[in-house]
T-cell receptor, first 115, second 117 residues
């Protein structure tokens, strides 16, 4: 069964500092990987996704993520955070095989930005 | 497009009452998902539909929960009778295709915050 681990429950970063949120997945075949962001009181919004090809994926709002198969990781990064980035971030894994349409989400990482 | 629409946004009810949550997916999307989000369990998939047909309801917690999709533009999640432990935020999401090389993004609605007293 596929699973996702986000080891950091809560991260605090100063505005303007760099950010890395960790995500490790477990899946027996080629995974499809996603990062979603949830602002308070809102639904989840897709930041970026990886299906194949270049392992460094660019997303919206200046975010990027790198797929590392050898480490089963898909960490999210941003070179300089803004106060508006404060939110909860979810990593998710899906199957590359047609017929398995589920996404499995991690438990999320809450990001706090301090001035 | 207006995105995924959910109603109501907030629902407060008393234990034992029936609760119905509603969802309108993005037009043209073939897949519809119902999720529940709690502090303790995070985001859980309850059930999903493909072309109005339930495909996997293994995440539905118990028989008190039921979901229907009578047509491509409407789905309901019903809890009867409701219990305090059902208090959570319930999200509906839809996607065009999922699985295989055409896997698409899931688009989430704003959620319904349910409180059962």
């Amino acid at each position: 069964a596929q699973s996702v681990t986000q080891p950091d429950i809560h991260i605090t970063v100063s505005e303007g500092a760099s950010l890395e949120l960790r995500c490790n997945y477990s899946y027996g075949a080629t995974p499809y990987l996603f990062w979603y962001v949830q602002s308070p009181g809102q639904g989840l919004q897709l930041l970026l996704k990886y299906f194949s090809g270049d392992t460094l994926v660019q997303g919206i709002k200046g975010f990027e993520a790198e797929f590392k198969r050898s480490q089963s990781s898909f960490n999210l990064r941003k070179p300089s955070v803004h106060w508006s980035d404060a939110a909860e971030y979810f990593c998710a894994v899906g199957s590359a095989h047609f017929g398995n349409e589920k996404l499995t989400f991690g438990t999320g990482t809450r990001l706090t930005i301090i001035p | 497009d207006a995105g995924v629409i959910q109603s109501p946004r907030h629902e407060v009810t008393e234990m034992g009452q029936e609760v119905t949550l509603r969802c309108k997916p993005i037009s043209g999307h073939d897949y519809l998902f119902w999720y529940r989000q709690t502090m303790m369990r995070g985001l859980e998939l309850l059930i999903y539909f493909n072309n109005n047909v339930p495909i996997d309801d293994s995440g539905m917690p118990e028989d008190r929960f039921s979901a229907k999709m009578p047509n491509a533009s409407f789905s309901t999640l019903k809890i009867q009778p409701s219990e305090p432990r059902d208090s959570a935020v319930y999200f509906c999401a839809s996607s065009l295709v999922l699985g295989g090389a055409n896997t698409d993004t899931q688009y989430f609605g704003p959620g319904t915050r349910l409180t059962v007293l």
